[in-house]
Nanobody, 116 residues
Framework: QVQLVEPGGGLVQPGESLRLSCAAS????????MGWYRQAPGKQRELVAS?????ATNYADSAKERFTISRDKNMVHLQMNSLKPEDTAVYYC????????????WGQGTQVTVSS
């Protein structure tokens, strides 16, 4: 049973930074992608950034200049700088296995609030 644990999140002021981390339990997943999605009230869940086990990264346009995703084996980190009120959302860690049966796992979500 794969579990994703995401400590972190919280309340920050505009312009401040925050680092999210997520640890995936288990040993070897084979080729995979770990990433962060977010969902604001009344909106659909959207990709923020992802990184494959080979190190290839993908960012949403809103995150490209301010956020950095990195990973260390089965841990993924999202460094968020220059946070804006529109970054307020529940952030979900995701693990996607890139081979059949293409399993997909989610963390429980962590609230990030950017407000003065």
């Amino acid at each position: 049973q794969v579990q994703l644990v995401e400590p972190g999140g919280g309340l920050v002021q505009p312009g401040e930074s925050l680092r999210l981390s997520c640890a995936a339990s288990g040993s070897s997943f084979g080729p995979n992608s770990m990433g962060w999605y977010r969902q604001a009230p009344g909106k659909q869940r959207e990709l923020v950034a992802s990184i494959t086990s080979d190190g290839a990264t993908n960012y949403a346009d809103s995150a490209k200049e301010r956020f950095t995703i990195s990973r260390d084996k089965n841990m993924v980190h999202l460094q968020m700088n220059s946070l804006k009120p529109e970054d307020t959302a529940v952030y979900y860690c995701n693990l996607r296995i890139l081979k059949p049966p293409w399993d997909n796992y989610w963390g429980q979500g962590t609230q990030v609030t950017v407000s003065s």
